[in-house]
């Protein structure tokens, strides 16, 4: 139901759209023909615009659960009943109109069998004096043959019913009608019916005009006389709208480029998608990761074998690399992580490389620089100014520090300090 409700509120907002752009620069203009098939094409595109949703894709990637959850049952709501309660309204509404239409079809057929009608080439002409006024429904031309009418007003009206007739005025307005049953609640689809009505009569008035009426006789007719009642919905009526067609008569023909108001037509469009435009969520299930904690120091561990070969090398985004001297055993020491470029130390050839992405020691080595010990956090040398590194593990570092070389000797020497 929602859905449903959905759609008809997007048909009315179509149709407002293409009353709004018609009201305000169409409806004035005298290419009627134009204007006609304008004001169709709001119809049928009001109908199967809103069939179509802009759909906005949006992907969550959520890490693999090991737990389930279970679907939840939706049962019926207490406090949506109003929801039927108003689509039941709508219903009524649609099949109270639905049957009022069905019951002027009974109407007329009734008066055409009592009355009889006369066929002449494409149409039939009905004289009758149940109507005031003259009107056509379908190829049935019904003239009121009561009213005190000169020859030359018979012969207008008459021209003009067979106007509507031959040009399938009534076709337009059941397709305007059925519009207005779908969408009875919408006032906009009523004023849209009233146009096309108005517009089938400038039309009409244009095609006997066109067979060489005299403009002023027939204004002249369209004055002497008011506006009828209409009976029946598919019809149309010489004596309707007679003031705004006394207006148009007089109007100079529009230019061309004033149909060039249709293009609103496509910014309007798109508003309206992108008013009603929905985000469909696409949820992308990946396996869990287990997830490591940087420090913020960026540790770094080096592994060599025996063999003086690479034991283990764990690689960062930005690695740092450096050549070290190895002094016995596989040495732990932490380099500043910013990149440096390599140097080559004095000493042995025996070296390790020094990677920014592996873990400390939970206990800090003895850190000398130049022979000034420092803390382990030191991080105001630049790197670029490194002579060499020495480190000393086990036995060899206690030896000769004692207890503070239990956790292994890191010594630093600058360029500066080997330069003495």
Not at 218 to 236: D, E, K, P, Q, W
Not at 307 to 326: D, F, G, I, N, T
Not at 369 to 397: C, M, R, W, Y
Request: aromatic fraction near 12%.
């Amino acid at each position: 139901m929602d859905g449903l409700a959905l759609y008809l509120l997007k048909c009315a907002v179509c149709n407002a759209v293409f009353l709004g752009i018609y009201a305000c620069f169409l409806k004035n203009q005298t290419f009627f023909r134009f204007n006609r098939h304008f004001l169709i094409t709001g119809i049928l595109l009001s109908v199967l615009l809103p069939l179509y949703t802009y759909t906005h894709v949006v992907t969550l990637e959520v890490r693999e659960s090991g737990t389930t959850n279970a679907l939840e049952t939706t049962g019926f709501d207490a406090g949506s009943l109003w929801i039927y309660f108003v689509f039941a309204g709508y219903g009524l509404g649609v099949l109270f109109f639905v049957g009022r239409y069905l019951f002027g079809l009974i109407k007329i057929r009734a008066l055409i069998h009592r009355t009889g009608y006369r066929a002449v080439e494409d149409y039939r002409l009905v004289n009758t004096e149940n109507f005031k006024s003259s009107f056509s429904v379908f190829n049935y031309i019904f003239m009121d043959r009561s009213a005190d009418l000169s020859s030359i007003e018979k012969e207008l009206i008459l021209s003009h019913e067979l106007a509507h007739v031959r040009q399938h005025h009534w076709a337009d307005l059941l397709l305007a009608q059925l519009f207005c049953t779908l969408q009875w609640f919408n006032p906009f689809a009523w004023l849209y019916l009233k146009e096309i009505r108005e517009n089938h009569e400038f039309l009409a008035d244009q095609a006997v005009l066109a067979q060489g009426t005299s403009a002023a006789v027939y204004r002249a007719v369209l004055v002497n006389h008011c506006i009828g009642t209409r009976v029946f919905s598919f019809s149309s009526s010489f004596f309707k709208y007679g003031m705004p067609r006394i207006k148009m008569l007089s109007r100079a023909s529009s230019g061309g480029i004033n149909k060039m108001a249709v293009v609103l037509i496509l910014p309007a469009m798109g508003l309206f998608y992108w008013s009603f435009a929905e985000t469909s969520v696409i949820v992308k299930t990946v396996p869990a990761k287990q997830v490591v904690s940087a420090m913020r120091s960026v540790p770094a561990k080096v592994a060599v074998s025996e063999e003086q070969e690479l034991a283990r090398v764990s690689l960062p985004a930005q690695p740092v690399k450096r050549v070290v001297k190895r002094i016995a055993n596989p040495a732990v020491i932490v380099a500043k992580p910013n990149p440096v470029e390599a140097d080559t130390l004095k000493a042995s050839t025996e070296s390790a490389v020094v990677s920014s992405s592996a873990n400390i020691a939970s206990t800090a080595p003895l850190y000398l620089l130049d022979g000034v010990e420092v803390p382990p956090n030191f991080n105001n040398i630049d790197q670029n100014t490194i002579a060499e590194i020495h480190v000393l593990k086990e036995e060899s570092a206690v030896k000769e520090f004692g207890e503070r070389g239990r956790n292994g000797v890191v010594m630093i020497y600058t360029k500066k300090n080997r330069a003495l």
